[in-house]
Structures are given as structure tokens and as C-alpha cells.
């Protein structure tokens, strides 16, 4: 079993930048996929980062490419995700989510999740 705990949410006004990290225990996480999700109020739940077990791949939601990036330490057990030029859309709680086989934007490809971090950007 894996537990992934999220942090680094909070308030932030638009423009400005958030970092958020997803700390991993039971096992490593070294040879998983890792991604990133959220979920506004009243919305599903969508992709928006994943990285491949070595980091050599990363794939990213069109809303967020050019201002998020994705990244892992597997000595650590943790992934982070860089959140910069925040738009008010971002608004959300973002879940982190592992899967120990495969590759892809899609929700129901992880087996792992967090509890989820809630991120606002204010105007």
C-alpha cells in the first residue's frame, strides 16, 4: 500500500506562484507513475500533471503547460508540482496519485490517492 499526503496549498492572488509536494510512505514510490489532479466545486475531477517512474517523461494538462512543472525526488519518496502565473481557474483542491504501471492523463489509471490540497487564486 502506498499513502500520499499533500501540502503546500493556501491562498494565493492571481500571478502568483504555489508549490505543492506529495510525500509518499508504506513503499517506495521509485518505480510508479506519479500525477496530479484537481477538482473545482460542482466540476469532475481533472488531469493535470503526470511524470514517468525515472522523471524522463512528463505530460501536462493544455490548461497548465508553460506554467506548471511537474517533479520527482524518488530518494525522498516525493513529487512536487511548481504552480507559477496562477489564473483564478486554478482554483481547486489538488489531489496527488500514483500508479505502479502505466502512463496517461487519466484518472482511473491511478491506484493511489491523497486527501487533496486546496489551492485559491484570488483576483
Known amino acids: 500500500q502506498v499513502q500520499l499526503v499533500e501540502s503546500g496549498g493556501g491562498l494565493v492572488q492571481a500571478g502568483g506562484s504555489l508549490r505543492l509536494s506529495c510525500a509518499a510512505s508504506?513503499?517506495?514510490?521509485?518505480?510508479?507513475?506519479m500525477g496530479w489532479f484537481r477538482q473545482a466545486p460542482g466540476k469532475d475531477r481533472d488531469f493535470v500533471a503526470a511524470i514517468s517512474w525515472t522523471g524522463g517523461n512528463t505530460y501536462y494538462a493544455d490548461s497548465v503547460k508553460a506554467r506548471f512543472t511537474i517533479s520527482r525526488d524518488n530518494a525522498k519518496n516525493t513529487v512536487t508540482l511548481q504552480m507559477n502565473s496562477l489564473k483564478v481557474e486554478d482554483t481547486a483542491v489538488y489531489y496527488c496519485a500514483a500508479v505502479n504501471t502505466g502512463f496517461g492523463p487519466y484518472s482511473d489509471l491511478f491506484d493511489y490517492w491523497g486527501q487533496g490540497t486546496q489551492v485559491t487564486v484570488s483576483s
Open positions: 508504506g513503499r517506495t514510490i521509485s518505480s510508479f507513475t
